[in-house]
């Protein structure tokens, strides 16, 4: 099930996973406004919802993670240890990749560190810094993940301070 926010929901029967990440029995899950999330389970299951205005959801069949997802999780896990990058186009679905990826991590007990270089559009921290943290329980949404550092920037857009986001990168 694909639910779009402004949006809530609640599991009340069953077993389902959110990009890899349990979902806890009455636990209710936020959707942001013009957010998603994706919710997979493999048996059936009860859960309660409320929308907002514009909100909508869509039964799949079928896993709600793209099976491209899953082969390029499974080929950066190959690599143990090394740092990725994710990069794409605005609204491709970078954060949730990463969210994705995360929950991976910590299913195999070794969570992962991120860093988020996006300054207008932020996920970690405010916009105009670049922020790390790191990601060592399951996360609903990347904007979970506890920030430890900031870098300030100063700027939402990389096009004229290119090289003090670079230094901000190499200095976190």
């Known amino acids: 099930m694909l ?26 899950i936020i959707v942001g406004e013009d957010k998603q999330v994706p919710i997979f389970a493999s048996e059936d299951l009860t859960i309660e919802c409320e929308f907002g205005e514009h909100a909508s959801y869509l039964e799949v069949d079928g896993d709600t993670v793209p099976t491209s997802w899953k082969e390029a999780a499974d080929a950066i896990l190959e690599l143990d240890g090394s740092k990725s990058i994710v990069i794409g ?13 995360a929950n991976l991590n910590v299913r195999r007990g070794t969570g992962i560190r991120v860093l988020d270089a996006d300054i207008g559009q932020s996920d970690l921290g405010p916009p105009t810094t670049i922020s790390l943290g790191f ?32 230094f901000g990168i190499r200095k976190l």
Do not use: H, Q, W
């Open 89 to 101: 186009d605005v609204d491709t679905g970078k954060s949730t990749f990463c969210t994705y990826l």
């Open 3 to 28: 639910i779009s926010g402004p949006a809530s929901a609640k599991l009340v029967e069953g077993t389902a996973t959110i990009l890899g990440a349990p979902i806890k029995s009455g636990e209710r």
């Open 135 to 166: 990601a060592n329980e399951y996360l609903t949404n990347l904007s979970s993940v506890k920030v430890d550092r900031m870098f300030f920037v100063g700027y939402t857009s990389p096009s004229s301070v290119t090289e003090k986001v670079l």
